[in-house]
C-alpha cells in the first residue's frame, strides 16, 4: 500500500500542487490546473535530468561514471518539496476553503443528476466503458510488447541497475554508449524514478500501472475537451462516450490512436499523441479565444517543457501544432494574436534543440581523444565530486 502511495503521489498530490502554483495568477477550472500541474512535474523532472545527464557525461573521461541517476531522484524531490512549501505559503487562504468547495460542488452534481435524469443513464454508461477499458488496460497491456519495448523497459532497468542516465546501450550493456534522440527524452528515466520511488519493478510500472493510471489522465484530458466543445453535461457525457467506443474499436493497426490509448500508452511518443497534443491543441484554443494575458505565458511554457521531454519527435509535433493554432486564431480573429502565446509555445522545442545539439557535440568529444569542441573539459573535472 505504501508503495502505491508514492507512485500515485506522482500524478495526484505532485500535479494538484504544480498546477495551482504554476496557475496561481491565471484563471482556469481544476481539470486545466491538473493537466498544467502534471505537464510541468514532468519539465521540472526534464530539466533537472538535463543538467545531470550534462554533469554526468562532462565528467566521462576513460571510465563509466555513475551515482547520476541518484543525485536526480535526490534533486528532484528537494525541489518538489520546495514547490510544495512555496505553493502552501501562497495558498493558505484556499486551502481552508477546500471543504466548502467540495460540498458546493458535490450538492451541484446532484442537483444536475435530480434534473436530468438521462443524465444518470449516461454517466452509468460511460462507467461502465471505462471500467472495461480499465480492464483491458490492466490485464491486456501486461502482455502486450511493443517493438519500442526493448529499448523503453530495459533502459529504464539499465538507468536503476548502472545508477546513470540515458548512459547504457540497451542493445550490449555497453556504456557510455546511448544514441542522442534517446539522450534527450527523460521519459525512461521518469519511469525508472517512479519505479525506484515506490519499490516496483520497471516491468510492472510499465505494463500494469502506467496503463490504468494514463488511461484515466487521457480521460481527464478528454473531459476537459468535452467542457471547451459543449455547454449542457449531457452532451459532454454523450461525447465521452463516443469517444470511449471509437476508442475501443479503432485498433485498426499498431499506428492506430487505440493502440497508443489501449495497446501501448506507456510510451513516451504515446502519451504525446494521446493525451499531449490534445490537451495542448484545446488548451490554445481556449486561450486564444479569451484576452491574451502573460499570466498564461508560465503555463504555456510548462506544458510545452513537459511535452518536449517525453520524445525526440516533441521538436517537429509540437512546434507544428503551435504555428497551426496560432495560423488558425489569426484567421479567426483577422489581425495577429497571441505572438506571446505562440513564443511560449516554443520554450520546450528550443530547451530540447540546444540540448540536443550540446549532447551531440559532448558526445562526440566522449568518443575521441581529441576534445574537438570542448577542449577544456578535463580541466573542469571538478563536477565529478558530485557523482561517483
Known amino acids: 500500500m505504501i508503495r502505491i502511495i508514492a507512485l ?7 500535479p494538484i500542487i504544480l498546477g495551482r502554483l504554476i496557475t496561481y495568477k491565471a484563471s482556469c477550472n481544476w481539470l486545466v490546473k491538473y493537466l498544467i500541474g502534471y505537464f510541468s512535474s514532468l519539465a521540472v523532472f526534464y530539466i533537472l535530468f538535463s543538467w545531470v545527464e550534462w554533469i554526468q557525461n562532462w565528467t566521462t573521461f576513460w571510465e563509466p561514471v555513475t551515482g547520476g541517476f541518484t543525485l536526480l531522484i535526490k534533486l528532484y524531490t528537494a525541489v518538489l518539496v520546495i514547490l510544495a512549501v512555496i505553493w502552501a505559503w501562497l495558498d493558505r487562504k484556499n486551502l481552508k476553503a477546500v471543504p466548502g468547495y467540495i460540498k458546493n460542488t458535490t450538492l451541484k452534481v446532484l442537483a444536475c443528476l435530480k434534473n436530468d435524469k438521462f ?22 497491456e501486461i502482455n502486450e510488447w511493443s517493438y519500442d519495448d526493448y529499448d523503453y523497459v530495459v533502459s529504464s532497468k539499465d538507468t536503476i541497475s548502472s545508477n546513470t542516465i540515458a548512459y547504457v546501450n540497451f542493445i550490449d550493456g555497453t556504456m557510455p554508449n546511448v544514441t542522442e534522440k534517446r539522450a534527450v527524452a527523460s521519459w525512461g528515466t521518469y519511469v525508472a524514478m517512479l519505479a525506484k520511488v515506490s519499490g516496483f519493478e520497471v516491468t510492472t510500472v510499465y505494463h500494469t500501472l502506467l496503463p490504468v493510471i494514463l488511461l484515466l489522465v487521457a480521460y481527464i484530458n478528454f473531459a476537459y475537451i468535452s467542457s471547451i466543445l459543449f455547454k449542457r453535461n449531457d452532451d459532454r457525457t454523450i461525447f465521452m462516450i463516443i469517444t470511449a467506443v471509437a476508442y475501443m474499436f479503432g485498433l485498426y493497426s499498431h499506428y492506430s490512436m487505440t493502440f497508443r490509448l489501449l495497446g501501448a500508452i506507456w510510451q513516451g511518443k504515446a502519451v504525446l499523441s494521446i493525451i499531449a497534443i490534445p490537451f495542448f491543441i484545446f488548451y490554445l484554443f481556449d486561450l486564444y479565444g479569451k484576452n491574451i494575458e502573460n499570466a498564461n505565458l508560465l503555463p504555456i511554457i510548462g506544458v510545452s517543457l513537459g511535452m518536449s521531454s517525453l520524445t525526440s519527435l516533441s521538436i517537429m509535433f509540437v512546434p507544428t501544432v503551435a504555428f497551426f493554432m496560432f495560423i ?4 479567426y480573429h483577422k489581425k495577429i494574436i497571441g505572438i506571446r502565446y505562440l513564443i511560449a509555445c516554443m520554450a520546450g522545442p528550443l530547451y530540447l534543440a540546444i540540448f540536443y545539439i550540446m549532447i551531440w557535440m559532448l558526445q562526440s568529444d566522449m568518443k575521441s581523444i581529441d576534445f574537438k569542441f570542448f577542449k577544456f573539459r578535463k580541466s573542469t573535472h571538478w563536477w565529478k565530486q558530485w557523482l561517483h
Open 119 to 140: 443524465l444518470i443513464v449516461y454517466s452509468l454508461i460511460f462507467g461502465v466503458l471505462l471500467l472495461v477499458q480499465g480492464y483491458m488496460a490492466f490485464s491486456y
Open 8 to 14: 500515485l503521489l506522482h500524478f495526484t498530490l505532485v
Open 328 to 331: 488558425m486564431m489569426c484567421i
